[in-house]
Each structure stands twice: as C-alpha cells, then as structure tokens.
C-alpha cells in the first residue's frame, strides 16, 4: 500500500505542482522566463514522472510472478525521479528554486519543499522494501 500511494504521488505530483495547481505552475510551465526548452524539460519530466507512476502502479497489480519482486522493482522504479534530485544539483547553474520566487518558496526544515517531499518519499519506499522483505524472510522461516 505504501509503494501504491507513492507511485500515485509520483504519477500526479508533477503533473500537478507543474502544469495544473496556479500556485506552483506559474513558476514552472507557466513562468515567462523560461525558455521554451526549459519547458520542453520541464514536460518531459512530468511525462516521465507520470510513466514511471504508472509502470510502477501496473507492476503492483500484476499476477504473474514474485509478487516480493514485483513490489521491489515497483518501489524502485518509482524513486527514480525522487532520487535524482539530488545530483541534478551538482550540475552548473541548477537550482531548486528560481531567485524571483524566493518569498513564495516553501521551506520545511530547512529543505526546499519539493526535496524535502523527495526524502520523505525515498524514505517510505525504502521502509515499505524493509518492511517487504522483513514479512517475506519471517514467512520463510515459518515455513
């Protein structure tokens, strides 16, 4: 269940904070400042964030197979654009924020809102993969 909310957040969030929701799109799709190949990016990124979503939502409906397997590669696939956030900030010129939205940024203990949702993130997928796991080695060793 808690891979499934995760693979929900991650196939809308973007999707969301990026294109729909006025408060957060005006500094991404809709930014005036921004290039039209940085929104080419920008789309792709909630294109991909909403496949990968998706793709990890199906492998956790699926029958066939490991289902233990199937859950691991599902909580995988869905912290592929979580996790990398955080190297995309060793690129030149990359920021989490653009300066002129600096007062309307959010915050959360000391975090950009969006990396501290991407740790929160990565943190339930790798709880619900310890969790998977502890469950499958106990029925294991019941058996």
């Known amino acids: 269940m808690l891979v499934a909310l995760m693979a929900v957040e991650t196939a809308l ?17 809709f930014n005036p400042a921004w290039s039209p190949h940085a929104k080419f ?9 909403l496949a990968l979503g998706l793709l990890a939502l199906a492998l956790l409906a699926g029958r066939r197979g490991d289902a233990h397997a199937r859950l691991l590669w599902a909580a995988g696939v869905v912290a592929v654009p979580w996790a990398s956030m ?25 975090l950009h809102g969006q ?13 619900a993969a310890f ?13």
């Open 13 to 29: 969030g973007a999707l969301l904070f990026d294109l729909v929701l006025h408060d957060t799109a005006h500094e991404h799709m």
């Open 41 to 49: 990016h920008d789309a792709q990124y909630i294109v991909t964030s």
């Open 86 to 110: 955080f190297p995309a900030l060793l690129f030149p010129g990359t920021a989490t924020f653009d300066p002129e939205f600096r007062n309307e940024t959010q915050f959360v203990l000391g």
């Open 115 to 127: 990396m501290f949702m991407a740790v929160v993130t990565l943190a339930v997928l790798g709880l």
């Open 131 to 143: 969790l998977a796991s502890t469950r499958r080695r106990q029925e294991r060793g019941s058996v």
